[in-house]
């Protein structure tokens, strides 16, 4: 067994207390094996991080993403999603090829071991190549493959869902077990109904968890209310898509009978409020959904509609947004945000993080209260979701791996990402606009 102490620091424990204590992880398991108060008889470890001066807490869960989306960071915003997707982001999708694609996923692996996450979702294209970019850096991740079926004919719609599944059961356990996979129907009005009760119980009986976007506009959700006369997640019930193993992104047009639907099926939903308010797409009820039993996380989207993967910012868009959409002050406040963050956002994933108490996996980010901006330390769950920004993060560490040690990334070579990045980003953009 080799050990790491994460020695001196102040630990952000399951309650959201924080106490003096140091956290002792084994590295050849990945979890970990005690949270010791100060006081403790303390054993040597066979590395060190020091935590002095610094809040330890769990490492934050990006849970719905479309990581390779970097490479279009800031090439078109203020702009409807209709119109941005179809005349901005499909078109440059469509000349996206693997290499695009994996620089893409490094470089928002780079950003996020950077702002002290540690797992993400992520539903895109040519996922080979972001297992690869997941297995090489070290972090934690939950894949699928984007299927569309509208636009497609019969035979390619049947591909689409087929690659989908394909890819779920083809790289469940990869990087030895960092990667989990999910069956990813994009939406419920980009995957043709058909498709969906073909597909959906074939994933339900293999076990695949599955996870799409629903409810993200009143533009999306009012034909489906009148074509099926039911509102969109009793129709996304019915075709059997909710399930504990189920979570959706956005369900920001979401009514009481589908709060107490998704309660009742322990459905998770994965809340994206910059993208929502980036978007103009409205403002999710998460209070309300909250109240009824329902799971949320937290996601960024893509970086094209946020435009950082910093959960740091998510957390106080969150916090912010919710209020706004309760018109009340109290709603969501400070420490369902920071639950948001981690437990909500690992048990949408199906993951044992989010939590740092012996057993729990060892993904863990370390931040540096030594600054401006987080003194004085009244309240330090609300500086996480008020002050705090990702680059706070010293340390980062997943399956009891330092990933990152005193702001340098120890996995990935952080100037040869983002050359290739660059480089990429700006020949994908040429080849779209010749
Ligand atoms: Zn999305």
């Not at 982001?89 to 693997?98: D, K």
Request: with cysteine.
């Amino acid at each position: 067994m080799t050990t790491l102490r994460i020695a001196d620091g102040r630990v952000l424990r399951p309650d959201h207390t924080v106490e003096r204590a140091d956290v002792l992880v084994d590295q050849a398991s990945g979890e970990i094996l005690a949270v010791e108060p100060e006081g403790e008889g303390r054993a040597s470890a066979d590395d060190r991080l020091d935590a002095e001066g610094s809040l330890v807490i769990p490492g934050l869960v990006n849970a719905h993403t479309h990581v390779a989306m970097t490479l279009l960071r800031g090439y078109a915003d203020d702009k409807p999603l209709d119109a941005w997707l179809q005349e901005d982001i499909w078109p440059v999708e469509a000349e996206l090829t693997a290499e695009d694609v994996r620089a893409g996923a490094r470089l928002g692996i780079l950003e996020m071991i950077r702002s002290g996450t540690t797992a993400f979702a992520d539903m895109y294209f040519f996922m080979p190549e972001v297992v690869a970019a997941v297995e090489e850096s070290g972090m934690r991740a939950l894949l699928g493959y984007g299927a569309i079926t509208v636009g497609n004919d019969d035979e390619a719609a049947h591909q689409e869902m087929r690659d989908g599944l394909d890819f779920a059961e083809g790289y469940d356990g990869a990087a030895d077990g960092r990667v989990s996979t999910a069956f990813m129907p994009h939406s419920l009005t980009t995957v043709g109904e058909d498709y969906l009760r073909e597909y959906v119980p074939e994933a339900r009986e293999a076990g695949i968890p599955i996870h799409f976007h629903a409810n993200e506009t009143a533009g999306e959700v009012d034909p489906l209310v009148a074509d099926h006369d039911e509102r969109p997640l009793e129709y996304a019930d019915d075709i059997g898509m909710l399930a504990d193993t189920s979570f959706l992104a956005h369900g920001v047009h979401t009514d009481r009978t589908e709060h107490e639907l998704l309660a009742e099926r322990d459905t998770a939903v994965i809340h994206c409020p910059a993208s929502n308010m980036k978007l103009a797409s409205g403002m999710a009820p998460v209070q309300a959904m909250r109240d009824r039993g329902v799971t949320v996380g937290l996601g960024t989207d893509g970086a094209a509609s946020n435009n950082d993967l910093s959960l740091f910012d998510e957390m106080r868009d969150a916090a912010m947004l919710g209020k706004l959409a309760a018109d009340d002050a109290s709603a969501v406040a400070a420490d369902a945000v920071v639950e948001m963050a981690t437990q909500g956002g690992a048990e949408a994933l199906g993951l044992a993080s989010g939590r740092l108490e012996a057993g729990a996996n060892a993904d863990l980010a370390v931040l540096d209260l030594d600054q401006p901006h987080l003194t004085p330390d009244h309240d330090l769950v609300s500086h996480l979701t008020y002050a705090a920004s990702g680059s706070d993060v010293r340390h980062t560490v997943c399956d009891g791996q330092v990933l990152m040690r005193d702001r340098t990334v120890q996995t990935l070579d952080e100037q040869a990402v983002l050359a290739d990045a660059r480089e990429r980003a700006q020949a994908l953009i040429d080849r779209a606009e010749s």
